[in-house]
């Protein structure tokens, strides 16, 4: 355990002449053992020894200063964006500076002082770009099953309102009723977005197959109070009578947690598999097959491959021009409109914290599929 590895004779003999400490920890970076491992090295070293936590696991980008010297900071989210984190030491106090950059090739090409992509290439690289491309052919992965007529994101819950109240009802033949679909926040991993949906695009937004469960003859009222405790999870929309029975439809990972919750309220609920073959992925490609079809015209111009780069610009961009024509509007005379986008880190420069564009709604703890997640 944490607790038995930071009293090891080891653990004081690496932080021994050192100007500084860097841990990198796969827990979030709110977890309780990021304090304790905080507090022994201060124990050991002092209130002025800096000190780096790289956290991870809760797949969010988050920032958080522990003390005047000390900062946990969690990057990834799912390899959307990459953390650069810098830190100054001198006589005075430590200066640390973070940024989060998108894993946009040309992005990344111009960070690291390249002007063209093609110098950012090595022969290794492109070795083994042909091999992911031969067996992304090899798996058909973009094979177009059909065309989405929106975009369906967890940021604006579109995702889990359409799973539960419109692709569970229809594919797995439940009553809108008296059946409650409830499906955990991790299950979702991208967005789906409108046009061309391949098979690449459904494994990305939901990858781990996960079979069908339901638990039958649980209470409105029971279902009320299970609504109410699960802070990670979206149900079906409907409204429930106290009084009626209901069955809850649930996946494999996410029926542990439900029964869990449920024998706390004195009950004792049998999880039954569901009959049919489909699972969280593949219940995606056979309802993008039947309902979604493009009849020979897509929906959209672009599929979610080539969006992917452009859905964090299209905003910007969105309200860049409403500016511009406000500002037209308000003044007939010549506008201008000056703006710096997206500002190089040049050549592994540090950069200031204000550059970060972490944006405060993304900081959502989001419990994993790889973990045994507790509700708190």
Known sequence: TVEDTIVQP???EALEDTQGAVFVCHMGYTDKLVKKILLKTRELKGDKY???FVNGHTHIRAYKKLDKYAVTFEAGHYFDTIGFLSLSIGDA???FKRRNITTNRDILSNTLGFSNYSDFQTEKGRQIRT????????LELDKVLGCSPMTLSNRNQSSWKFYNDIVIPLMLNESTNDTISI???GGWRYELYAGEVTKDD???FSPFRNGFYYIPDIKGSDITKLRKSLKWYRSSSIEVIPSQSYRILVNSFDSTQISKILRTYDLSPEVIKHPTSL????????YTKDYWKCNGKNTAEKSNRDKTNKDALEPSIIALIVILVLFAVSFPAVCCYCASWMRPLGSYGPVSEESSYVLEAEMVMVPTQESNYELP
């Open 93 to 95: 106090d430590p200066i």
């Open 50 to 52: 800096p000190i780096v």
């Open 10 to 12: 080891w653990f004081k």
């Open 131 to 138: 091999q992911i491309l031969q067996v992304r052919r090899d």
């Open 183 to 185: 499906v955990s926040i």
């Open 202 to 204: 459904v494994i990305t």
């Open 279 to 286: 699972d969280t992925t593949t219940i995606w490609f056979q």
